[in-house]
């Protein structure tokens, strides 16, 4: 795993979001990661799963859900405290524990969007780790475009009973609860999205296989399925008809965490490459002391620093209730992108090191590809940005 390898004493740019008690939190993290996930990751992605306790030992720690008021069971947090869980996570290679999904998409979705009797219900078990979440939006056919998805809820009576699939749900295996987007109306398009929110044991909800991956091995990632599932309409998250408005509301903030990741697995993965390449040993003299490692690494670096005052700005913006769906985009396309590029050109040299899984850069390749697919591909990312150009242009002609 990353922190595994001995600690790197680097020029890093300053990070004036962050104040003391951010710092003092990500040292409490940093301890629990070392200690709890660390010493039990290469089990758990032989397993394909991570255990409940962890998530019952994250909630104890007051690592999930750190934004959710303290009426319903949280701290009531700044952001900048989910972020540094993420952050920390990550640094460790830590990709198993589903903690993103269930803290930044499906607690904020709930708790932006749900009723009072659902926040009740749903959010203090979500905060303590005794309910995990998961989001059930992506389809064997309908992945970017979800409009398109085929799972129906059909009302009888004073019910709906939904029928349907999904595929590539990280928590699948786990959850306890899960935002399900559902077709309420077939011939509706987008208006005919409507949310709901599933409980794990309902009749009817049942899962399929734990799905092998090229990467992120111990996050479970399911086939869910409907069958004749009946929920009442106080199940419903938010109005019907407008669930693709609300998933629309919340792409900003899941492609923010996304470029969150990828921007802190990109600084931590050059930073060990130049730990290694000095300490490797080629043509009787270190790895890094060949022009070719020291002007790779220095653009990769240059990259990475640009990148972070990219995403610092953005997470400022969010904060601020100032980032908009284009600004995410870019951000998305860009740091995964990065990400991407940094793990290929570090794993190069390590050379064939660089190919055995027991070495972190090996790990970290297979872990980044589903960056630039997950939470919209960047071809869609491609389209936000090219549209809103088009916009402008023809506004300003």
Avoid at 30 to 43: N, R
Avoid at 238 to 266: D, H
Avoid at 272 to 290: G, H, N, P
Wanted: proline share 2%; charged share 25%; net charge negative.
């Amino acid at each position: 795993m990353y922190a595994s390898i001995r600690k790197w004493k680097t020029r890093m740019i300053e990070r004036s979001l962050f104040r003391e008690e951010h710092e003092m939190f990500r040292d409490s993290v940093k301890k629990f990661v070392e200690k709890e996930i660390v010493p039990y990751h290469a089990q758990w992605e032989k397993d394909g799963v991570v255990p409940r306790e962890l998530w019952l030992k994250a909630g104890e720690q007051g690592m999930l859900c750190c934004t959710i008021p303290e009426e319903y069971g949280g701290l009531g947090l700044d952001y900048l405290f989910d972020v540094v869980v993420f952050e920390e996570l990550w640094k460790a290679g830590a990709s198993g524990p589903g903690f993103l999904i269930h803290t930044d998409l499906v607690a904020t979705y709930i708790n932006s969007f749900g009723t009072e009797d659902q926040k009740k219900k749903f959010l203090p078990k979500m905060v303590s780790g005794e309910w995990i979440g998961s989001l059930g939006m992506t389809e064997p056919h309908a992945g970017s475009d979800l409009k398109a998805i085929r799972t129906k809820a059909v009302r009888d009576g004073n019910e709906f009973v939904v029928n349907g699939q999904k595929v590539f749900i990280s928590n699948g295996q786990m959850c306890d609860v899960l935002v399900l987007a559902t077709k309420t109306d077939s011939d509706a398009g987008a208006k005919g999205v409507t949310l709901f929110l599933v409980e794990g044991d309902r009749e009817g909800f049942s899962r399929g296989k734990n799905l092998e991956k090229l990467g992120m091995h111990a996050q479970d990632t399911s086939e869910l399925f409907f069958d004749n599932m009946r929920l009442p309409p106080e199940n419903m998250l938010g109005e019907e008809g407008k669930g693709f408005n609300i998933m629309m509301t919340k792409l900003s903030q899941e492609r923010l965490a996304q470029a969150v990741r990828s921007t802190t697995v990109a600084e931590t993965v050059i930073q060990y490459t130049l730990d290694y390449t000095i300490e490797r040993k080629a043509f009787d003299k270190s790895i890094f002391d060949q022009q070719n490692t020291q002007f790779t690494l220095a653009k990769l670096k240059a990259e990475a620093v640009a990148m972070r005052v990219f995403t610092d700005r953005c997470i400022e913006l969010f904060m601020n209730g100032k980032l908009d769906s284009v600004d995410a985009a870019m951000l998305k396309m860009l740091s995964t992108e990065l990400h991407c590029k940094v793990v290929d050109e570090c794993l190069q040299l390590f050379g064939g090191w660089g190919y055995v899984w027991e070495y972190p850069i090996a790990r970290a390749y297979a872990d980044a590809r589903i960056t630039k697919i997950a939470g919209g591909s960047i071809e869609i990312m491609k389209l936000i940005i090219a549209r809103q150009m088009a916009k402008e242009a023809r506004e300003n002609a």
